[in-house]
């Protein structure tokens, strides 16, 4: 009985071959970096638009904060008088705030940015709302994550996470 060779035959490729195959692994690596490099542009570009008015939102105890009614809305912005309650700011005749904030006849406990009469929602809700663009950015990286670089699993969690981040400041507000 002949016995079977454990030892597999060499198949030898022809260098135009090898060459090829180089290069498409090449573009392979190159195409996954290009995307991973987007979609951390993505998240970081969400990160600071989010930043910008999430640090008054959250960081509030080195602020005055203070309770505005909305009594009037046109374009983007609404705006009201704002009272202090604590914090060394004044009291204000007319602050504005991003309409998604708020709705016309509320009284939303607020903080003003300062040296402007811009104001952000605090709280849970204005917290929430805060983070809106970033969750923007977890859902479009999630799309490149999921289309250039191939890893589902991690599209579909941040994508989850971004859904779940804008329904959760939809709800609050």
Partial sequence: MPRSST????VRRSRTRRVGESAYGALLVARVG???LLAALLLVAGVWTSWQT????????????GMMTVSACAGERCTGPYVPSS????RLAKVSIAEGAADKGTRVEVTVKPGT???VRT???????AWVPFAGSLLLAALVVAGGMRLRRTAWVMGLLGAVLLG???AAL
Avoid: C, E, N, P
């Avoid at 914090?87 to 004044?90: I, W």
């Avoid at 709280?123 to 709302?129: C, D, N, P, R, W």
């Fill in 7 to 10: 030892r597999t035959r060499s």
């Fill in 168 to 170: 959760a400041a939809f």
């Fill in 34 to 36: 290009l995307m991973g």
């Fill in 117 to 119: 009469t811009h104001a």
């Fill in 87 to 90: 914090g060394d700011t004044r």
């Fill in 54 to 65: 999430a640090q008054y939102a959250m960081l509030v105890k080195a602020r005055g904060r």
């Fill in 123 to 129: 709280g849970a809700a204005g917290i929430l709302h």
